[in-house]
């Protein structure tokens, strides 16, 4: 099994976060110090930072509705990361990001597998998003913004963009470029002021207040669970 899907398994951590401890030199197999790409077979000794890896816990899902100003890393140096700011007694990581200046709904997980699954853009997962402009929006633009925009070199899949009021429109995406709405938006010549996601999946900021954090409820994770084995 590769390094980087053992070691998410395990609910250390992602395996995002697994490859930046592997380019640190922070991971060691059998004492010999780990490369990308590495595998792992039974019996094998896999230590971070001359630690072994500690016994996997209960699996831990929250939602935390993300206030403004909170950074979506683990990374300890940055002020403001989000494990610290939920400060849960069990090592979790956030499903995916919410830049900086965005709020709203983001998920907290010690399970690797759905991790992995969740951020397979082939599967095509719908979040919904609430967003705000500095300008009165135009139909051309939501038919543009819905069409698909040519940012990063790539143009964004087709979605759902809904007209809420002059300054206000709802978009649902199933793909997660960086800063993707803002890029979208910025290319019509837009600036979002406001940019709040209300929706992953099945999953809403329903009953959940800014800055507040909840675990799924068991209806709420097996119809996630279930979505995620369709896909």
């Known amino acids: 099994m590769r390094i980087n899907k053992y070691i998410s398994e395990t609910g250390f951590c992602s395996r995002r976060e697994t490859d930046r401890l592997i380019a640190a030199k922070r991971i060691t197999i059998n004492d010999v110090v780990c490369e990308p790409g590495d595998?792992?077979?039974?019996?094998?000794?896999?230590l971070i930072d001359g630690k072994a890896i500690p016994q996997k816990e209960d699996p831990v899902y929250l939602l935390l509705n993300k206030p403004i100003g909170i950074t979506c890393t683990a990374a300890p140096d940055v002020a403001g990361n989000i494990i610290e700011y939920v400060n849960h007694p069990i090592r979790i990581f956030a499903v995916g990001r919410l830049d900086k200046a965005s709020e709203g709904l983001i998920l907290l997980t010690n399970d690797g597998g759905i991790v992995n699954k969740m951020m397979r853009s082939e599967h095509a997962h719908e979040k919904e998003y609430l967003v705000r402009v500095d300008r009165i929006i135009?139909?051309?633009?939501?038919?543009?913004?819905?069409?698909?925009?040519e940012i990063l070199g790539v143009k964004t899949k087709p979605c759902e963009v809904t007209r809420m009021n002059d300054y206000e429109f709802k978009i649902i995406l199933t793909q997660g470029l960086n800063r993707q709405i803002r890029r979208m938006s910025k290319a019509f010549g837009y600036k979002v002021t406001k940019l709040e996601r209300i929706r992953i999946m099945n999953l809403t900021l329903t009953g959940l207040e800014r800055g507040d954090y909840r675990e799924l409820t068991n209806e709420e994770l097996k119809q996630l669970l279930a979505s995620l084995h369709e896909g």
């Open 138 to 149: 135009t139909n051309d633009f939501i038919k543009k913004m819905a069409s698909g925009v």
């Open 39 to 46: 595998t792992v077979a039974p019996g094998d000794i896999v």
